[in-house]
């Protein structure tokens, strides 16, 4: 062979040789194809939870830092290794495998707790199934897993504080009933210490009407005959609400008891009350009160007051006579005196005693006034007199349906049916 045709043959097979690497440079630039690849670890190593792409055969292609850390190993002893192997130590794969399932039904699925692979926590894994198209198509599976450890402990700690506010709920709930079992009771006690009916006293119409804000109150009140022409009408209000207020209440009850049967002077009996409330309560609660003795034989009422709003009476003509007397409220001060006055009344005459909860309350939000105050009520009481006196106590809560009560209250009503001043007979 001469030396022409030897470099001929050597040209033609260089040409054609570079011309096959040019072709398949253009076709795959390998600069493209190696930024690509570190690319794309890049992307995954970016990724702060564990991330691997799983071929078909549970062989893992790919896998971020993340993930290397997890299952506990470097690079190449993580590549190309079963994932069944790296996340759970077996040499088969998983009779439950959800990967399997997520490549058959192409859908998302989800392993909602396994055993991280340290042995020490918890994970959850979802696997993602997705093709890759070059060429010819391939499968793979993203595998995505989340530590749990934390959650895990967190739930666990959540479940046993929530059986620890169960229990804690069910003793406040025991408790709660033991309370309101209570105040039954202190009710039933409270309520056997006031007068179940007005009594039937010749001479007088009496009606009246006591509306505690809670099962127990602070307001009292009795009614009192000494003889058959001598009757006593007390009416108390204890400071404060609840069980505290009727506490007090109970002990000047039973003062007004002990100290009534000795038939003492109005204002003597206000004095006995205030120095049992000073021995015995030390709370700084008080008690304000009214007390009187109608006299039905002279026709005349005795009355002393201690800080209580002031009853009034109010005269068939209208009329209006406040029952006022110097007195500060039972249970501050000791050895205070109070003062006594008597007047006159006459057959049609009407007194009204009262608790300040009835006329201390709030109007309706779409009402102008606030509060209906004490000057506002004696007007109504000065209204309402002109009612048959059945429907009187009728009357008056008729006229203040509209309004709010935020405090225990107690009225009560009294009418004189004396004939004469002097006879001392009834009405027919």
Known sequence: MNSSVF??????????????????????????IYKSKIGLQE????????????????????ANKAYISLVGRDFPNTIGIHCYELLRGIDHPCPDCAMKKARITQTTAHVER??????KGSISITFSPF???????????????????????????????NKTLAHTTKTLKAAQQNIRDELRLARLIQQGLLPKNAP???????SNVYHPITDVGGDLYDFIQFSPKRFGVFIGDASGHGLSAAFVGT????????????????NKLLASINHD????????????????????????????RAGHPVPVLIKKDGTVIPLKTNGTFLGLVSDIPFESVTIDFEKGDRFYFFTDGIYEVMQSPDKNDALFGYDRFVELLTRCSSQPFSK???????????YTYEDDYTLIAIESTISSKNSGKTAL
């Open 7 to 32: 470099w001929f043959i050597h040209i033609s097979i260089l040409i054609l040789f570079c011309s096959a690497i040019y072709l398949f440079y253009r076709k795959f630039p390998l600069h493209l």
């Open 392 to 402: 009187l106590i009728t009357g008056i809560q008729h006229e203040l349906k509209n």
């Open 200 to 206: 039937d006293i010749p001479g007088l119409k009496i």
């Open 114 to 119: 396994s055993t991280h692979p340290d042995g």
């Open 131 to 161: 093709i890759q198209t070059l060429e010819t198509e391939s499968s793979f599976t993203i595998e995505h897993i989340h530590d749990i450890t934390i959650l895990e402990k967190l739930k666990l700690d959540l479940e046993s504080k």
């Open 277 to 304: 409330l000073l021995t015995n309560i030390h709370t700084g609660h008080y008690l304000t009160c009214f007390f009187c003795i109608f006299d039905l034989e002279n026709c005349t009422i005795t009355f002393s």
């Open 43 to 62: 992307m995954l190593d970016g990724i702060s939870d564990p991330l691997a792409v799983i071929s078909d055969d549970y062989t893992v292609k790919r």
């Open 251 to 266: 002990i000047s009850k039973m003062s007004l008891y002990n100290h009534s049967q000795r038939e003492l002077p109005v």
